[in-house]
């Protein structure tokens, strides 16, 4: 077979470099968007990463729970707190969630390391002593968690320092409202934040390991 000319030849071999230039640049753009998306995506959850390294206090609360007993953090001693934040008229993800939670309790019903629930509300002007106990009682959770409310400037810093505050009302309708919020799950130990988590990353199952593992420290 005749060899191609030397101009074609370094033609093909130019348009080879090309190609290559472009590939590494596609590539290199990916995960530069890879990188940004995850960096954006930990400063609007800077929950998402577990662990909190170091431990962050935790802020103090004292707030009225379903059966209509004051409940504060000093109250709950040094046993380990599952906090998280829900509204009874939720139909996404505070559902999910406290399914999650009722699984928890039940795995846990024989141990002795089983944490303290706390709920509180996003939703305090629908989320009355009767609607919060009416909800308890519909997810077998009445004697299982303390699902706390209050005012909603009582409520505000506390959303904001859990980077749970409400960020969205679909409608002005005060009965049928969706409040749009990202329930993050916060395990406090001696009133300090040790984990932190999404409601899509917490999971019963590797969390009954995870105390597993402070039993044996």
């Known amino acids: 077979m005749p060899t191609p000319p030397l101009n074609i030849r370094q033609w093909s071999l130019s348009i080879s470099i090309a190609l290559l230039i472009i590939t590494g640049l596609v590539i290199g753009v990916i995960f530069l968007l890879q990188e940004l998306r995850s960096q954006a995506s930990e400063e609007n959850s800077p929950y998402a990463n577990n662990v909190l390294s170091p431990p962050r206090s935790a802020l103090p609360f004292n707030l ?36 999650k939670l009722q699984m928890l309790v039940r ?55 859990y980077w749970a505050q409400p960020t969205n009302q679909v409608t002005a ?6 409040i749009s919020h990202s329930p993050p799950l916060f395990m406090i130990i001696n009133q300090k934040i040790i984990l932190a988590m999404s409601n899509d990353t917490f ?15």
Not at 132 to 149: C, G, I, P, Q, V
Not at 173 to 178: G, H, S, V
Not at 203 to 217: C, G, H, I, R, S
């Open 107 to 161: 795995m846990l019903a024989d141990s002795e390391n089983q944490p303290k629930i706390v709920v509180i509300s996003v939703d305090p002007e629908r989320d009355s002593i009767t609607n919060t106990h009416a909800y308890s009682k519909r997810w077998k959770m009445e004697n299982d968690w303390h699902y706390l409310t209050g005012p909603r400037e009582t409520l505000k810093p506390i959303w904001e320092y």
């Open 64 to 99: 009225t729970d379903h059966h209509g007993d004051s409940v504060s953090l000093d109250s709950l001693g040094s046993s380990p707190i599952l906090l998280t934040f829900l509204y009874t008229n939720c139909t996404k993800a505070c559902p999910l969630v406290t399914a």
């Open 203 to 217: 999971n019963a199952n590797t969390f009954v390991e995870y105390l597993a593992t402070l039993e044996e420290d």
């Open 173 to 178: 309708d005060p009965i049928t409202r969706y």
